[in-house]
């Protein structure tokens, strides 16, 4: 059965996972000594800039330099001066790391420039031109004939399922970019070594990506390349591939110019420049019958990838996978591509594919439930999958399920079905003139959203990525942890020792975690994917246990008793655990058949809201969200991560909205790319849900993405129980409430009158939006 997770109140020092330890770095950033990466102070480092395209698609001719401007007291990098390969590698190598030829998109880095002062540098690009031939560009993906992946998944007889069905309901959604908006830009130092070795040191959450894309530009080897993590400020995805760019040009730069080199984005350059969320139109055709069973989804996904793959195939990958929703149904088809256009490349953020399609999938369930006459939150009972169901992939769900606790958690504790008959009487008050009310003009509503998330890397991935994290006994009998895992505000450097302790029998303190080096940690996998604590735990946990074992069978007592003279006497040892799998896992990369991901967390978001009917605006008043993410190790910070994604999602919803014109992000500065300031926060309660996931060693599953997928449809739901109309394009800005209130007749008017059912037609075999 599975319990609330209830914080302790107050952090203190121990041995057991499970308690609200202190954050190991938060004194540092409380006090200010934190050091970030423009913190660093590296003697003698030049200033290093970006030359950038100013087109979305053009064919690059020449890069020309005013001869009225001192070159001499620069150096300048173009794509001819890359000693290796001039490719970011990653999952394709199509994205160079300076354009050769062809510009494909607005703000391509075209040439690097370095100087002794940063008002030399900048100086220097007011002095360079580039010559080019424009070209069309594509900016629409459903005019894309370039696709960089494409899925489809299939379960059952979609035909025989809309056969019997007695209601079909289609809905097309779109969702848009959204910036990752880290409290620190992107930076990078490079400093050069003996034997044409490069070390950087820079924000960034996954060092040997940026490592194997150093080695390759740059052509280095193992030993020349060193990857240093700086203290990070956040990430949210935008700093898992984004800095191999980054510590390209930076490396590029300073053997250039033989010294260091400082490459530091302000605000604007990493807004124009950086990876966003990848945007997306989902189709949704369901068909469900007179007492409410779900017989029949078809849906197909189209995503933005932009100039180049980047991570687009996974993000695609997952989405697709998550896009039938936490429910049971017989008969899917899933159809999905991910197509090139001349956008900005997309790439990671948090939730990875997953916010997109699943808050179509729930926007899509909302208006069954109204068109079928039944409480949102009872269809989701009756669909919502348990122990022993089969997913869309052939996958069964033996272990950890949990989606029925979130939402009776979340629904009681937000009165969910008093909350819809206090709206309903309010709307019925406005109709009649009544006193009363919301007051007139600002109606309330109440939304509800179930989610779930898969666990770490899709399919065979973890076992492609052969991830591997150690804990070592110095000789002076200190225990150090070795993990390739980041610190990026999250919580890795404190959870992580937790566990690490626990197992050992020792206190929390004891446990050092050892500086995030490439040359000194092994490669732990990147810091994605909601898979830190679950897999990079579950193998510190398991080295914890052999050396246990080792050093008790050495001494014959316990660790804690032990370690220290074993050290002295026997030397330092270290264990490294290499991921080998789990357990009955399956999965076929060719037919997209099997266990997509080991474990799945699970949440359901109860969201209230107030929408000012006379101008659009809508202010998110409270979020319950219960969330599972199995063993939880440290209640405060896994509350933490709820109230921060929460967050994330209600600006998503709301008022993130990402202008683009010709390919140009148009607000690409904090005065006109609005995201929720504390003044926007709601009431938020996190409630914590256990439901270990027991083929890891701690239970532990993954929570960082988790709220991501949740709180925006629930934010909608609410608008549409405030306003009676649906919004289905991300964000749900006044503009578009107050279009969509216009179409259906006065603001006032529309909110007052009872829901109309959504589209739909007697059930017919027909593809999407036929």
């Given at each position: 059965?599975?319990?609330?997770?209830?914080?302790?109140?107050?952090?203190?020092?121990?041995?057991?996972?499970?308690?609200?330890?202190?954050?190991?770095?938060?004194?540092?950033?409380?006090?200010?000594?934190?050091?970030?990466?423009?913190?660093?102070?590296?003697?003698?480092?030049?200033?290093?800039?970006?030359?950038?395209?100013?087109?979305?698609?053009?064919?690059?001719?020449?890069?020309?330099?005013?001869?009225?401007?001192?070159?001499?007291?620069?150096?300048?990098?173009?794509?001819?001066?890359?000693?290796?390969?001039?490719?970011?590698?990653?999952?394709?190598?199509d994205q160079p790391a300076l354009v050769a030829d062809e510009i494909r998109h607005v703000a391509e880095p075209v040439a690097?420039?370095?100087?002794?002062?940063?008002?030399?540098?900048?100086?220097?690009?007011?002095?360079?031109?580039?010559?080019?031939?424009?070209?069309?560009?594509?900016?629409?993906?459903?005019?894309?004939?370039?696709?960089?992946?494409?899925?489809?998944?299939?379960?059952?007889?979609?035909?025989?399922?809309?056969?019997?069905?007695?209601?079909?309901?289609?809905?097309?959604?779109?969702?848009?970019?959204?910036?990752?908006?880290?409290?620190?830009?992107?930076?990078?130092?490079?400093?050069?070594?003996?034997?044409?070795?490069?070390?950087?040191?820079?924000?960034?959450?996954?060092?040997?990506?940026?490592?194997?894309?150093?080695?390759?530009?740059?052509?280095?080897?193992?030993?020349?390349?060193?990857?240093?993590?700086?203290?990070?400020?956040?990430?949210?995805?935008?700093?898992?591939?984004?800095?191999?760019?980054?510590?390209?040009?930076?490396?590029?730069?300073?053997?250039?110019?033989?010294?260091?080199?400082?490459?530091?984005?302000?605000?604007?350059?990493?807004?124009?420049?950086?990876?966003?969320?990848?945007?997306?139109?989902?189709?949704?055709?369901?068909?469900?019958?007179?007492?409410?069973?779900?017989?029949?989804?078809?849906?197909?996904?189209?995503?933005?990838?932009?100039?180049?793959?980047?991570?687009?195939?996974?993000?695609?990958?997952?989405?697709?996978?998550?896009?039938?929703?936490?429910?049971?149904?017989?008969?899917?088809?899933?159809?999905?591509?991910?197509?090139?256009?001349?956008?900005?490349?997309?790439?990671?953020?948090?939730?990875?594919?997953?916010?997109?399609?699943?808050?179509?999938?729930?926007?899509?369930?909302?208006?069954?439930?109204?068109?079928?006459?039944?409480?949102?939150?009872?269809?989701?009972?009756?669909?919502?999958?348990?122990?022993?169901?089969?997913?869309?992939t052939g996958q069964v769900l033996r272990d950890s399920v949990a989606a029925l606790e979130v939402l009776e958690r979340a629904?009681?504790?937000?009165?969910?079905?008093?909350?819809?008959?206090?709206?309903?009487?309010?709307?019925?008050?406005?109709?009649?003139?009544?006193?009363?009310?919301?007051?007139?003009?600002?109606?309330?509503?109440?939304?509800?959203?179930?989610?779930?998330?898969?666990?770490?890397?899709?399919?065979?991935?973890?076992?492609?990525?052969?991830?591997?994290?150690?804990?070592?006994?110095?000789?002076?009998?200190?225990?150090?942890?070795?993990?390739?895992?980041?610190?990026?505000?999250?919580?890795?450097?404190?959870?992580?020792?937790?566990?690490?302790?626990?197992?050992?029998?020792?206190?929390?303190?004891?446990?050092?975690?050892?500086?995030?080096?490439?040359?000194?940690?092994?490669?732990?996998?990147?810091?994605?994917?909601?898979?830190?604590?679950?897999?990079?735990?579950?193998?510190?946990?398991?080295?914890?246990?052999?050396?246990?074992?080792?050093?008790?069978?050495?001494?014959?007592?316990?660790?804690?008793?032990?370690?220290?003279?074993?050290?002295?006497?026997?030397?330092?040892?270290?264990?490294?655990?290499?991921?080998?799998?789990?357990?009955?896992?399956?999965?076929?990369?060719?037919?997209?058949?099997?266990?997509?991901?080991?474990?799945?967390?699970?949440?359901?978001?109860?969201?209230?809201?107030?929408?000012?009917?006379?101008?659009?605006?809508?202010?998110?008043?409270?979020?319950?969200?219960?969330?599972?993410?199995?063993?939880?190790?440290?209640?405060?910070?896994?509350?933490?991560?709820?109230?921060?994604?929460?967050?994330?999602?209600v600006g998503y919803a709301t008022i993130e909205e990402a202008k683009v014109e010709n390919g140009r992000h148009l607000n690409?500065?904090?005065?006109?790319?609005?995201?929720?300031?504390?003044?926007?926060?709601?009431?938020?309660?996190?409630?914590?849900?256990?439901?270990?996931?027991?083929?890891?060693?701690?239970?532990?599953?993954?929570?960082?993405?988790?709220?991501?997928?949740?709180?925006?449809?629930?934010?909608?739901?609410?608008?549409?129980?405030?306003?009676?109309?649906?919004?289905?394009?991300?964000?749900?800005?006044?503009?578009?409430?107050?279009?969509?209130?216009?179409?259906?007749?006065?603001?006032?008017?529309?909110?007052?009158?009872?829901?109309?059912?959504?589209?739909?037609?007697?059930?017919?075999?027909?593809?999407?939006?036929?």
């Amino acid at each position: 059965m599975a319990t609330i997770a209830r914080p302790s109140q107050a952090p203190a020092p121990g041995f057991a996972a499970g308690r609200s330890l202190l954050r190991r770095e938060g004194p540092e950033k409380l006090t200010g000594l934190a050091r970030y990466t423009d913190d660093l102070v590296v003697p003698g480092a030049w200033y290093g800039v970006t030359i950038r395209s100013t087109e979305a698609h053009a064919r690059l001719l020449g890069i020309e330099r005013d001869p009225a401007f001192d070159w001499s007291q620069v150096v300048v990098v173009t794509a001819a001066d890359i000693p290796g390969d001039n490719v970011v590698s990653l999952m394709s190598d199509d994205q160079p790391a300076l354009v050769a030829d062809e510009i494909r998109h607005v703000a391509e880095p075209v040439a690097l420039v370095a100087a002794a002062d940063a008002e030399t540098a900048r100086a220097a690009l007011e002095h360079v031109r580039l010559r080019t031939e424009p070209l069309p560009p594509v900016v629409d993906p459903l005019e894309s004939v370039r696709a960089f992946a494409r899925y489809e998944i299939a379960k059952g007889d979609v035909a025989a399922g809309f056969a019997a069905a007695d209601l079909v309901v289609e809905g097309t959604y779109r969702v848009g970019h959204q910036e990752q908006l880290y409290i620190e830009n992107q930076a990078m130092i490079a400093i050069p070594r003996g034997g044409g070795g490069i070390t950087v040191q820079g924000s960034l959450q996954c060092p040997y990506y940026v490592h194997t894309a150093l080695k390759r530009a740059l052509a280095l080897d193992d030993a020349q390349a060193v990857v240093v993590q700086a203290e990070t400020g956040g990430g949210f995805g935008g700093k898992e591939e984004y800095p191999s760019m980054l510590a390209i040009h930076a490396a590029l730069l300073a053997r250039a110019a033989g010294r260091p080199v400082r490459m530091i984005y302000d605000r604007h350059e990493d807004l124009v420049a950086t990876t966003k969320r990848h945007p997306a139109i989902v189709t949704h055709r369901t068909g469900v019958t007179r007492d409410g069973r779900l017989v029949a989804q078809d849906i197909e996904v189209v995503m933005d990838a932009g100039a180049y793959c980047t991570l687009s195939p996974v993000v695609l990958s997952r989405g697709t996978i998550h896009a039938a929703g936490p429910y049971v149904c017989p008969n899917v088809r899933i159809r999905s591509r991910t197509m090139a256009t001349n956008m900005l490349p997309s790439g990671a953020m948090r939730g990875f594919g997953a916010p997109q399609t699943e808050f179509a999938a729930e926007m899509q369930v909302n208006r069954i439930a109204e068109a079928l006459g039944i409480s949102p939150a009872e269809l989701r009972r009756r669909w919502a999958y348990r122990v022993g169901d089969v997913t869309a992939t052939g996958q069964v769900l033996r272990d950890s399920v949990a989606a029925l606790e979130v939402l009776e958690r979340a629904t009681e504790a937000a009165e969910f079905e008093r909350g819809r008959a206090r709206t309903a009487a309010a709307r019925w008050a406005r109709l009649e003139g009544a006193a009363g009310g919301d007051g007139g003009h600002v109606a309330s509503g109440i939304g509800l959203a179930l989610a779930w998330h898969g666990a770490g890397f899709t399919g065979g991935g973890e076992l492609r990525l052969a991830s591997v994290a150690g804990v070592e006994l110095t000789s002076e009998g200190r225990i150090r942890m070795l993990t390739g895992s980041t610190e990026i505000g999250q919580g890795a450097n404190t959870v992580l020792p937790q566990l690490v302790a626990e197992t050992l029998g020792v206190p929390y303190e004891a446990v050092e975690v050892a500086p995030l080096d490439t040359s000194l940690v092994p490669n732990s996998g990147p810091t994605v994917a909601s898979r830190t604590t679950m897999v990079v735990g579950g193998l510190l946990v398991r080295a914890a246990e052999r050396l246990r074992d080792e050093v008790e069978a050495q001494a014959g007592r316990p660790f804690a008793e032990a370690y220290e003279d074993v050290a002295r006497a026997c030397g330092p040892v270290r264990i490294d655990e290499q991921f080998g799998g789990y357990p009955g896992i399956e999965w076929d990369d060719t037919t997209y058949r099997g266990d997509a991901y080991p474990a799945y967390s699970w949440a359901c978001a109860v969201a209230e809201v107030e929408v000012d009917l006379d101008t659009g605006e809508t202010a998110v008043r409270s979020v319950v969200s219960a969330d599972d993410p199995g063993r939880v190790v440290n209640p405060v910070l896994a509350t933490g991560q709820i109230e921060g994604g929460t967050l994330q999602a209600v600006g998503y919803a709301t008022i993130e909205e990402a202008k683009v014109e010709n390919g140009r992000h148009l607000n690409d500065r904090l005065a006109t790319y609005l995201i929720p300031t504390a003044m926007d926060a709601p009431r938020i309660e996190a409630i914590l849900v256990e439901e270990p996931f027991s083929g890891a060693p701690h239970g532990a599953k993954g929570l960082g993405e988790l709220p991501m997928d949740v709180v925006a449809p629930a934010v909608v739901a609410a608008i549409h129980d405030a306003t009676g109309v649906w919004i289905a394009d991300l964000p749900a800005t006044p503009e578009k409430i107050l279009a969509a209130l216009r179409a259906a007749g006065s603001g006032a008017k529309a909110a007052a009158e009872p829901a109309a059912e959504p589209a739909a037609e007697p059930a017919a075999d027909a593809p999407p939006g036929a």
